[in-house]
């Protein structure tokens, strides 16, 4: 049962004063703020996963193992995603989604800030490490808690014959993210010393993480907590549900939601984290270099993700993703063989990787919301946002790194290939999912 309390309308009450209906452009504005702060903590943490948590935090193992190790506790926070959720879920049915949001990116802000404060193992020990891992699981934890309705709300709002074209605008959060990510490590790595970068220049980029983590918080409250938005949250069924219910009454939907985006999920990490580490650890590139092919390659995938809007629009988002699906499973056979392939091959990796992810990743966040009972809508693209990254892209680039480096980087492309045939399996067990509507 729903505990939304009924609306002004319903109760035959007067409209509030000086209410007017907020446009797309408005919740547009807080998704794309939102997003961007999010994904630019993932890809600090991802980054540095690669050029300075081996040699800081695992100097007792050679650069590889160490850099194993260190994808290992970068996929807890994918583990802990869910687990926030549930646990932010009940916070936003008790004291409302500001207080939820407040709390959540708090947490995240704080632990992406405390992990610039972890001293080396050379001076503390084993701790140092289950101090990141802590701090990493306190990422995904808050992670959970910063669904805030804004890209259902968006959807539900739209024209409809601009559906895909307003689903693709959350996922712009991603490739700005990761420019800006890539570039203020190009230019904290060219501006320091080997030696001060790794003793303090890498720390600053975690903390420009928390003050854009601030900046984020404030607005999106001021979107989500005025009068004219909960109103339209109220209006739209846009609440949270007991965890419970909602696996009752839509776990058909949160279960095909997860896989059916799995390859561009699986693609995600394929061409942002694991080539940087191939790279680092396996060629004579300097990370710089990569550093900056990698940002290059994100403002295609901008391109990419205002594209799928237009062509989920014409075609469907379902014949998008499954068109997408095979063009993730032909790129598997050749990509091993241009990220191996010098400069060059490196960069026709990144781009063409890009523009492929930018296609079916900016309609992975609309891919299931038209299905659910509207009641269940809010929590449930929560449960199902947090399950695709936790499949999807969670442990990719663990898996990618292990597979490439014991069985050479062909393995990979086959790894990616299995994302693929997941998400043509989901759309082919529901063929209405992410239809045109």
């Not at 996922?171 to 570039?183: D, H, T, Y």
């Not at 320091?192 to 890498?202: H, Q, V």
């Not at 900046?215 to 339209?232: G, K, P, Y």
């Not at 296609?359 to 809508?377: D, I, K, M, N, W």
Request: charged share 10%; proline share 4%.
């Amino acid at each position: 049962m729903s505990t939304l309390s009924p609306t002004r309308e319903a109760l035959g009450l007067p409209a509030l004063k000086g209410h007017h209906e907020p446009s797309p452009g408005e919740i547009a504005i807080g998704v794309i703020i939102g997003r961007t702060s999010e994904f630019f903590d993932f890809f600090v943490y991802g980054i540095a996963s690669v050029l300075v948590f081996p040699s800081l935090f695992f100097p007792f193992v050679d650069a590889l193992t160490g850099t194993i190790y260190s994808f290992a506790i970068f996929a807890l926070a994918f583990v802990a995603r869910p687990f926030g959720s549930v646990f932010f879920m009940a916070i936003d049915r008790a004291y409302g989604r500001g207080t939820k949001l407040t709390i959540a990116l708090f947490l995240l802000g704080g632990s992406t800030a405390a992990i610039a404060f972890l001293p080396a193992y050379e001076t503390v020990g084993a701790s140092t490490i289950w101090a990141l891992a802590l701090l990493r699981l306190g990422q995904g934890f808050a992670l959970g808690g910063t669904w805030d309705g804004l890209a259902s709300l968006l959807a539900l709002n739209a024209p409809e014959e601009k559906r895909g074209w307003y689903a693709m605008i959350p996922q712009l959060g991603a490739p700005f993210g990761l420019m800006v990510a890539s570039l203020l490590f190009a230019y904290m790595v060219t501006s320091l010393p080997a030696e001060d970068f790794l003793a303090f220049g890498w720390r600053f980029p975690f903390f420009v993480a928390f003050a854009i983590n601030v900046v984020a918080l404030f607005a999106r409250l001021r979107i989500v907590v005025t009068e004219e938005f909960q109103h339209l949250f109220d209006t739209r069924d846009l609440q949270a549900t007991s965890i419970s219910s909602t696996l009752s009454k839509a776990g058909k939907t949160i279960v095909l939601g997860a896989f059916a985006p799995l390859a561009s999920f699986a693609l995600f990490h394929m061409v942002t984290v694991f080539p940087l580490s191939w790279v680092f650890l396996f060629t004579s590139d300097t990370p710089v270099s990569f550093l900056l092919i990698e940002a290059m390659a994100a403002a295609f995938g901008v391109v990419a993700v205002l594209a799928s809007g237009y062509l989920a629009d014409k075609f469907g988002r379902r014949t998008l993703l499954g068109s997408c699906a095979v063009a993730i499973a032909v790129f598997s056979g050749f990509a091993p063989l241009l990220l191996d392939g010098g400069a060059m091959g490196e960069i026709l990796f990144m781009v063409i990787g890009f523009i492929i992810l930018g296609l079916a990743f900016g309609q992975s966040s609309g891919v299931v919301s038209s299905e659910f009972p509207t009641e269940y809508r809010y929590t449930g693209s929560a449960l199902t946002s947090d399950l695709s990254w936790l499949f999807g892209a969670g442990f990719a680039p663990l898996v990618a790194l292990l597979l490439s480096a014991n069985f050479g980087l062909m393995a990979s492309g086959a790894y990616l290939f299995s994302g693929a045939a997941a998400t043509l399996i989901a759309l082919w067990f529901n063929r209405s999912l992410a239809s045109r509507r």
